[in-house]
C-alpha cells in the first residue's frame, strides 16, 4: 500500500499544506490548513468507482491512467 503525508508549512503569509512539490491554496491559519489537509486525506482513503484519470509529471507530461476504486493510499499529515 502506498503511503503519503501531507505537511503543513507557512506559505504567502498564511499556511498551507504540501505534498512533494505540489502547495494547496493559502490558508489564515494554521488550524484551517491542518483541518484541510485531514479533509484531504480522508477523502482520498474512501473506496470509491474505478475511473479513468489524467496527472501531469513533473517534466509538464499528460498520463492517463485506470485508477481502481478500492485501491487507496494510506494518508497521514505531518504537523
Same mark, same amino acid.
Given at each position: 500500500?502506498?503511503?503519503?503525508?501531507?505537511?503543513?508549512?507557512?506559505?504567502?503569509?498564511?499556511?498551507?499544506?504540501?505534498?512533494?512539490?505540489?502547495?494547496? $491554496?493559502?490558508?489564515?491559519? *494554521? #488550524?484551517?490548513?491542518?483541518?484541510?489537509?485531514? %479533509?484531504?486525506?480522508?477523502?482520498?482513503?474512501?473506496?470509491?468507482?474505478?475511473?479513468?484519470?489524467?496527472?501531469?509529471? $513533473?517534466?509538464?507530461?499528460? *498520463? #492517463?491512467?485506470?485508477?481502481?476504486?478500492?485501491? %487507496?493510499?494510506?494518508?497521514?499529515?505531518?504537523?
Amino acid at each position: 500500500m502506498t503511503k503519503i503525508v501531507y505537511e503543513i508549512i507557512q506559505h504567502d503569509g498564511g499556511w498551507a499544506f504540501k505534498l512533494g512539490d505540489t502547495i494547496s $491554496e493559502t490558508f489564515k491559519d *494554521h #488550524d484551517t490548513a491542518y483541518n484541510a489537509a485531514k %479533509r484531504v486525506a480522508r477523502e482520498q482513503m474512501t473506496v470509491g468507482q474505478t475511473v479513468g484519470i489524467s496527472w501531469e509529471d $513533473e517534466r509538464g507530461r499528460w *498520463h #492517463d491512467e485506470i485508477s481502481r476504486g478500492d485501491d %487507496r493510499p494510506e494518508v497521514d499529515v505531518k504537523d
